[in-house]
C-alpha cells in the first residue's frame, strides 16, 4: 500500500472511530428504551466530592494558589531579588509609599534619641513608662510612642530640630524625591561585523576583554586581563580565607591554598570564573552609566515620566533593556525583609518553588513508588520478597538524616533537593501500590484478560495500575503538603533551596532573627504556607472520601 | 452430533496439576486423558473441588505456579504440545485459538475500562494491523451477534452499567471476537437466573454450530450436560472416572458416582421410594487426604469389601466409547491378579519397616 493511500485510510478510520464515539455518547437507549448516561466511576467521585463543602474551597484555594504561581512573572510586583539596601526592613503598608516609611522610621529614631538627650519634653510617667518598655525589649512600642509625640510637639512648635537633624531630614526628603532605581535587563553583545546579537554569558573570554576594555574607556587589554585575573585571585583568597576561619594562615599559606585551589579548578574553571567577574562588572559598569545619564537629564530639567522603560545602547554594541523607576515611591504591601527585597514577591516567588517541589516530588515518588509496588505486588514471589525487603531497610533509617546526607555531600541545588527528597518517599506508596495490586491481581477480570492473552506489563499498566489509581490519587494529593513541609524543614535548617531563590520554609527560617522586631517576615510566609498546607489536606480528605462511596465519614 | 472423523483439536494426556499447600501437596487434577473434535461439545461435570476448573486453567497453562504447577503430561493443541511452548507464543494462543469465558460475569470486565476498550484491546492484541475503528466495528459486530440490544451505543458502556446476563454476552462476544477454535466455559451460566442460563447456554450452542468452535463445558448441572453435550466426562477427586456420549451416560451410567449422580438430580416424572431425593452419602473427599486407591470407595453403595480400598481400579471400555474406571467391571482374573499384587506390595512394606 503506497504511504498516502495508508495516510488517507487512517484519517478514514479516525472519523469513523469518532463518529462512533459521538453516537454512543449521546446517550444509548436500554431495553426499556431509556436513555442510558455513561457514567463513570471519576464522574461518581466528582459528583461526591462536589458536596463536600470544605473539599471544594481547598481546591479553589489550591487552584488560587497555582494560578498566582503561574501567572507570577507576569503580576505587577517587584523583583524577588532585587536588594534596596535603604528599604531594609520596612514594615508592611497598604497606603504609605517606602519614602514615607523611611521618613517615618527616620523621623522615629531622631526623636527617640532626643529623648534620651532629654530635648523631647516628656513627664516622669511616660518617661518610666518608656524605660519599662526598653527593659521588656519593646522597642517598636517606643519609637511609635516617641514618633506620635515629637509630631505633636513639632506641630505644636515645642520642639524644633537641631542642625544636624535639619540636614538629615532634608537629605531623606530629597533622596525620597528624585532616588531613582535603574534596572538593567538582557544584555546583549551586538557583534558589528554580522549584527548578531549574543548574551555576555555565551561570548568567548577574549571578546569579553575587548568588551570590558571599551567599557573601562578604552584602555589596554592586557591591563584587563591582569585586573581580571587579580579579581578573581583575591575572590579566591577571601573564599579560602572563609572556609579556613578557625586555624590561623600565614600569607604564604595562604597563598599556597589560593594556588592549590587554582590547580583544582583547572585553566577553563579559573578562566570561567574571570569570565562570570567580567560580565559582572561590565553590567556594573552600565548601571551607573545609565543611573548618572537619568540623573543628569532630571537635574537639566527633562521631565521623565516614571517608571520609565527603554531599551538603550552603551559602549557602542551593547545593547540592553533599561528599567528606572522612583525608588521610594514604591509600596511594600506585606513589608521588605532584611536586604530590602519587597516581602510579596518573595512569597509568591516562594511558593512557587514550594509547589514546585511539592509536585515533582509527588511524582518522582509515584514513578518509582508505582513501578516497584507494582512489580513486587504483580511478580509476587522473590521478587517481591527483595524489593520488600529493600524498603524495609531503607524505612529502617531515619529518612530525613538521608535527605541531609544526601544534600551535603551534592550540594544543596533544587535538583539535589528532588533528587533527595524522592530517593526517600517512594516506600509508602510503593507499599501501598503492592497491596492494592495484590488485591487485585486476584480479580476474575485480571484472569481474564489473562485468559485473553495479555502479557504482564500490559495486565499492570493497563488494568491493575488504573484501577488503584483512586487510591493513588488521594494518597498523592495528601503526599504534596508533606514534600512541601519537608522542604520547609530542609530549608530552615538551610539545606533547602539557596539564596537569591525563596521558598517558603527558607523564608520563615531567614524570619527567626528579629522575630520580634520584624513580625511581618514571619507572619505572612506563614499564614501563606498553613492556608496552602489546611486546603490541600481538606481537599485529599475530600478525594478520598469521593472515591471511596463505601466511607463511613460520608458528608 | 458431530462427526466421528473430524479433526482432533485438543488432546489431553496424562495430565497433572498438583498444588503445594502446607498442609501437603494437593493433587487437583491426578491423570486425565479426553479428546476435543472439531465442533464437539465436551462436557466435564463433577462435585465442586473435583478438579473440574483447574483441568482447564492447566490447558490455558494460567495456574498462579507457585503453589500450582502442571507436573506431568501433555496438551496436543492442533498439533503443538501447550506445556512446552514459550510464554509468548502461549499468549498468542490464549484469546486467539483457545478462549475461556469465567463463571462470574459480574467480575470478569474491568469496571475501570469501557467495553469498547476492553474489546478492541483482545482484538488489537492478536492481530496487530487492525485499526482501531475497525476493531471497534468489529466488536459491535460481534456483540449483536451475541444479542446486545443497541450495540453501536452500549458499547461504550461501563461494565456496571450491564446486567449479569449482558456481561456474560459481553465476555462470550470478546472470547469469540478472534475466532478462537475453542471455547472454554467454565461454569458459565452458574451466576445467574435460569432464564439467562437459557439464553446463554443457547448462544454458546449457537456459536458452537455456526462458527464450528469446540467447547468445553464446565459444570455441575446435569441439565445442562444433557441439553448441550456430545460428550460427557465425570470427574471425580482428579480423576475422570467415566467418559461416554451423552445418550448412553444418561442410559447406561456405568460408575455407581455417574449413577449417584444422574439421581440426585430431581425430576418430575419419577420419584424416589418415599418420595426423598436420592443422594450420594457422605462428604465430597479431602483432596489432601485422598481414600487410598479409588477414592470413591467409602461413599460407594456397590463398593467390593477388600478389593476398591487396596487396588487401584483399571479403565474398561464398556464401548467403543464408553469408558469407565470401576472394578465393578473388572474379570475375576484381573482382581485376584490385583489383590495378590496387593498383598506383595504390603509385605514387602512391612519387611522394610
Not at chain 1, 521610594?328 to 516567588?349: E, F, H, P, Q, V
Not at chain 1, 533547602?496 to 510566609?525: C, E, F, H, N
Not at chain 2, 470478546?174 to 461454569?187: H, Q, R, T
Not at chain 2, 481414600?291 to 467403543?320: Q, V, W, Y
Amino acid at each position: 500500500m503506497k504511504f498516502t493511500d495508508r495516510f488517507k485510510k487512517q484519517i478514514h478510520d479516525r472519523e469513523e472511530m469518532h463518529k462512533l464515539n459521538k453516537a454512543g455518547r449521546n446517550g444509548a437507549k436500554n431495553e426499556f428504551n431509556q436513555t442510558v448516561q455513561g457514567n463513570s466511576l471519576s464522574k461518581d467521585a466528582w459528583r461526591r466530592l462536589r458536596k463536600n463543602k470544605a473539599a471544594v474551597v481547598g481546591m479553589c484555594v489550591v487552584i488560587l494558589y497555582a494560578i498566582i504561581s503561574l501567572c507570577a512573572g507576569i503580576l505587577p510586583i517587584y523583583s524577588y531579588e532585587e536588594i534596596i539596601i535603604d528599604h531594609q526592613y520596612l514594615p508592611p503598608s497598604l497606603t504609605k509609599t517606602a519614602g514615607e516609611l523611611m521618613l517615618k522610621r527616620q523621623l522615629s529614631e531622631m526623636y527617640a534619641t532626643s529623648w534620651r538627650q532629654g530635648r523631647l519634653s516628656v513627664t516622669e510617667e511616660e518617661d518610666a513608662m518608656l524605660n519599662n518598655w526598653i527593659t521588656l525589649d519593646d522597642t517598636n512600642k517606643v519609637w511609635n510612642w516617641c514618633y506620635e509625640e515629637g509630631e505633636k510637639q513639632r506641630a505644636a512648635g515645642t520642639y524644633v530640630f537641631s542642625a544636624s537633624e535639619q540636614k538629615k531630614y532634608d537629605r531623606l526628603q530629597d533622596s525620597i524625591k528624585n532616588d531613582i532605581q535603574v534596572t538593567i535587563n538582557s544584555v546583549r553583545w551586538v557583534n558589528p561585523e554580522n549584527g548578531k546579537s549574543y548574551k555576555l554569558d555565551n561570548l568567548d573570554y577574549d571578546t569579553l576583554v575587548s568588551i570590558y576594555a571599551k567599557a573601562l574607556g578604552g584602555i589596554d587589554e592586557q591591563k584587563v586581563r591582569t585586573s581580571l585575573e587579580t579579581g578573581v585571585n583575591s575572590q579566591i583568597q577571601t573564599e579560602v580565607k572563609t572556609k579556613n576561619s578557625e586555624s590561623e594562615l600565614t600569607a604564604e599559606d595562604i597563598q599556597s591554598l589560593v594556588a592549590m585551589e587554582k590547580d583544582s579548578l583547572g585553566e577553563d574553571g579559573v578562566q570561567a570564573k574571570e569570565k562570570s567577574l567580567a560580565v559582572d562588572n561590565i553590567n556594573v559598569l552600565i548601571q551607573n552609566a545609565m543611573t548618572k545619564q537619568i540623573k543628569q537629564e532630571i537635574k537639566a530639567g527633562t521631565n521623565k515620566e516614571f517608571p520609565y522603560k527603554d531599551t538603550e545602547t552603551l559602549f557602542d554594541d551593547i545593547n540592553f533593556k533599561v528599567e528606572a523607576s522612583l525608588k521610594n515611591s514604591r509600596r511594600y504591601i506585606l513589608g521588605t525583609d532584611n536586604l530590602g527585597r519587597d516581602l510579596l514577591s518573595r512569597i509568591i516567588y516562594g511558593g512557587r518553588i514550594s509547589i514546585l517541589i511539592g509536585i515533582v516530588g509527588t511524582i518522582t515518588s509515584l514513578f518509582i513508588g508505582i513501578i516497584m509496588g507494582s512489580l513486587a505486588g504483580y511478580f509476587g514471589g522473590r521478587v517481591d520478597y527483595y524489593i520488600m525487603r529493600f524498603v524495609d531497610v531503607l524505612y529502617g533509617l531515619p529518612y530525613m538524616l538521608l535527605v541531609i546526607i544526601c544534600m551535603a555531600i551534592f550540594g544543596t541545588n533544587i535538583l539535589n533537593l528532588f533528587f533527595a527528597l524522592a530517593m526517600v518517599s517512594w516506600l509508602t506508596i510503593a507499599r501501598m501500590v503492592r497491596g492494592q495490586i495484590m488485591s487485585l491481581k486476584n480479580q476474575e477480570y485480571i484472569e481474564a484478560a489473562r485468559s485473553m492473552g495479555a502479557g504482564g506489563w500490559r495486565i499492570i499498566f493497563r488494568h491493575l495500575v488504573p484501577n488503584s489509581l483512586s487510591v493513588i490519587i488521594v494518597y498523592s494529593t495528601l503526599r504534596v503538603p508533606e514534600f512541601i513541609m519537608q522542604e520547609s524543614f530542609l530549608s530552615f535548617l538551610g539545606l533547602g533551596v539557596q539564596a537569591p531563590l525563596a521558598s517558603w520554609g527558607s523564608l520563615i527560617g531567614d524570619s527567626t532573627q528579629g522575630m520580634t522586631k520584624y513580625p511581618w517576615r514571619l507572619v505572612y510566609p506563614a499564614i501563606v504556607m498553613t492556608l496552602f498546607l489546611f486546603s490541600m489536606n481538606f481537599f485529599g480528605d475530600g478525594l478520598r472520601d469521593a472515591f471511596d462511596p463505601q466511607s463511613k465519614n460520608m458528608l | 452430533m458431530i462427526d466421528k472423523n473430524s479433526k482432533v483439536i485438543l488432546d489431553v494426556k496424562g495430565l497433572k496439576t498438583y498444588f503445594k499447600t502446607d498442609a501437603g501437596i494437593v493433587k487437583a487434577v491426578d491423570g486425565i486423558d479426553f479428546t476435543v473434535h472439531q465442533g464437539e461439545t465436551l462436557g466435564i461435570v463433577g462435585e465442586s473441588g473435583c478438579g473440574k476448573s483447574v483441568t482447564n486453567l492447566s490447558v490455558m497453562r494460567l495456574i498462579q505456579s507457585p503453589p500450582g504447577k502442571t507436573v506431568a503430561g501433555e496438551v496436543m493443541f492442533q498439533g503443538t504440545d501447550l506445556l512446552k511452548i514459550s510464554e509468548a507464543e502461549m499468549r498468542n494462543v490464549r484469546g486467539n485459538k483457545i478462549s475461556m469465558i469465567f463463571q462470574d460475569p459480574m467480575t470478569s470486565l474491568n469496571p475501570f475500562l469501557k467495553i469498547s476498550t476492553q474489546m478492541i484491546e483482545t482484538i488489537r492484541l492478536h492481530e496487530k494491523n487492525v485499526s482501531k475503528a475497525e476493531a471497534l466495528s468489529r466488536s459491535i459486530e460481534m456483540l449483536k451477534k451475541v444479542g446486545i440490544p443497541g450495540a453501536e451505543k452500549r458499547i461504550f458502556c461501563y461494565p456496571h452499567q450491564f446486567s449479569g446476563g449482558m456481561r456474560q454476552r459481553v465476555m462470550i462476544a470478546m472470547a469469540l471476537s478472534c475466532n478462537a477454535n475453542l471455547l472454554i466455559a467454565d461454569e458459565p451460566t452458574t451466576a445467574l437466573d435460569v432464564t439467562i442460563q437459557a439464553q446463554i447456554l443457547e448462544l454458546i450452542q449457537k456459536v458452537n454450530v455456526e462458527m464450528k468452535t469446540a467447547v468445553i463445558l464446565i459444570t455441575h448441572d446435569l441439565g445442562v450436560v444433557a441439553g448441550m453435550c456430545d460428550n460427557v466426562c465425570v470427574m471425580y477427586a482428579g480423576k475422570i472416572v467415566e467418559k461416554a456420549p451423552t445418550d448412553k451416560i444418561y442410559k447406561f451410567p456405568a460408575h455407581p458416582y455417574t449413577e449417584g449422580l444422574i439421581q440426585s438430580v430431581p425430576r418430575m416424572d419419577k420419584s424416589g421410594e418415599k418420595g426423598k431425593l436420592f443422594s450420594i452419602e457422605g462428604q465430597p473427599p479431602n483432596v489432601i487426604d485422598l481414600p487410598p486407591c479409588c477414592a470413591f470407595h467409602p461413599r460407594c453403595h456397590k463398593a467390593i469389601e477388600g478389593l476398591c480400598s487396596r487396588c487401584n481400579p483399571p479403565t474398561h471400555m464398556l464401548d467403543e466409547d464408553h469408558e469407565v474406571t470401576c472394578w465393578l467391571y473388572g474379570t475375576d482374573q484381573e482382581k485376584s491378579a490385583a489383590l495378590k499384587e496387593a498383598d506383595a506390595r504390603q509385605a514387602s512394606k512391612e519387611a522394610s519397616k
